[in-house]
């Protein structure tokens, strides 16, 4: 068994580099595979010039049981150098995504999400004998059903302008300055992910100094993003012009600064308080007067860390809803305090206080 190297793209055939690797030794694998395309002669545009499609030797297989092998063995190793509460993002087209989520759930693996990417600049269909295949369709799963994994919920919904993150993505494809070239002023490689993807994919569900594996590194994207934003990667190509290309990449990225890197944690990554902390320790001292977001509604702290109301006494969340009339209610943030300087205040405030001292 090798030594574990990070930041380091190793040149091979995936499965046997990932089975030689420590087990669970990767936070997340990302995995663009070959995608099996299946193509069948050349394609042209309208004026007869001939399109630059997919057909390079490493997605040619002799049948779809040939695929399934070839997907089953890498999944097989991705399973390996996955840690118990590891991840798996797989990219892939009609053409072999069905195949692939369905041995991942084989394999035991647990599905999170279908992701679909939406291509804001897809490359239109010449021959106009079928839709205009615009997307390709992430799946997102756990190791198994019980894998605690990373998902930082609150920072895609601020990267998302405050809205829940969809599970549509709509991103351009990889053109222009972010396209690599080659010596022959040609791209680099036929499949060359967006950065803007990747992005998206690491800020999700990793944490800074993660380890993400790719073990189809291609021209380095996952890397570069990794890289940039203070994670590790383990990059595999069998193909050493790629392999070339992405160091070369790599090498050129600069890494944010640490503290630019953090990500807006989840509330529920966050140390539970319970209110019973705030009353003991004197932020609220008991008999304090609390109000609901209208003024009759109001409720006195006792000694235990529930409330009273006129008629009846509990938790800041029943009683919460008790005095408006619903069956459920977060007291954290409908009840106030009155602040020293005047004004009414959440009593969150003194549960973040609470937490910062934690942390």
């Not at 012009?241 to 990225?253: G, I, K, L, P, Q």
């Not at 409330?307 to 977060?330: E, K, P, R």
Request: aromatic share 8%; glycine share 10%.
């Amino acid at each position: 068994m090798s030594v574990l190297k990070l930041d380091q793209i190793i040149e091979g055939d995936c499965v046997e580099r990932m089975r030689a690797l420590p087990a669970g030794c990767a936070d997340l694998v990302f995995a663009d595979p070959p995608y099996n395309m299946q193509l069948r002669g050349e394609l042209h545009r309208p004026d007869q010039s001939k399109v630059d499609a997919v057909d390079d030797h490493w997605d040619q297989f002799g049948s779809f049981a040939a695929y399934d092998k070839f997907t089953r063995d890498w999944l097989g190793a991705a399973r390996h150098v996955l840690s118990d509460n590891g991840a798996i993002w797989v990219i892939g087209s009609y053409h072999n995504i069905f195949r692939v989520g369905a041995i991942l759930q084989d394999l035991g693996f647990w599905i999170l999400n279908d992701v679909v990417w939406r291509k804001s600049n897809p490359m239109p269909n010449f021959k106009g004998r079928r839709f205009t295949n615009a997307h390709e369709t992430l799946i997102w799963a756990g190791k198994n059903q019980e894998t605690k994994y990373t998902f930082n919920y609150e920072a895609m919904k601020a990267l998302n302008d405050e809205l829940q993150m969809r599970s549509d993505w709509t991103l351009p494809i990889c053109t222009g300055h972010e396209r690599i070239k080659g010596a022959d002023g040609q791209k680099a490689h036929s499949t060359q992910k967006p950065e803007s993807l990747l992005h998206r994919v690491i800020v999700s569900s990793t944490k800074p100094g993660d380890v993400i594996l790719d073990p189809f590194f291609g021209s380095g994207t996952t890397g570069a993003v990794a890289k940039r934003l203070g994670r590790h990667f383990i990059g595999i190509e069998r193909e050493k012009t790629y392999a070339d290309v992405a160091r070369a990449r790599v090498a050129e990225v600069e890494p944010a600064d640490s503290d630019v890197i953090e990500v807006t944690k989840s509330k529920r990554a966050e140390p539970r308080i319970p209110f019973g902390w705030v009353v003991e320790r004197g932020l609220l001292p008991v008999g304090t007067v609390l109000q609901g977001t209208r003024k009759h509604q109001t409720a006195k702290v006792r000694a235990d860390g529930t409330l009273v109301t006129a008629n009846a006494s509990g938790s800041i969340h029943q009683m919460g809803a008790h005095v408006q009339g619903l069956d459920a209610c977060n007291g954290w943030t409908f009840w106030q305090f009155q602040l020293p300087g005047g004004g009414l205040a959440p009593i969150d405030v003194l549960r973040q206080q609470l937490r910062s001292g934690l942390s």
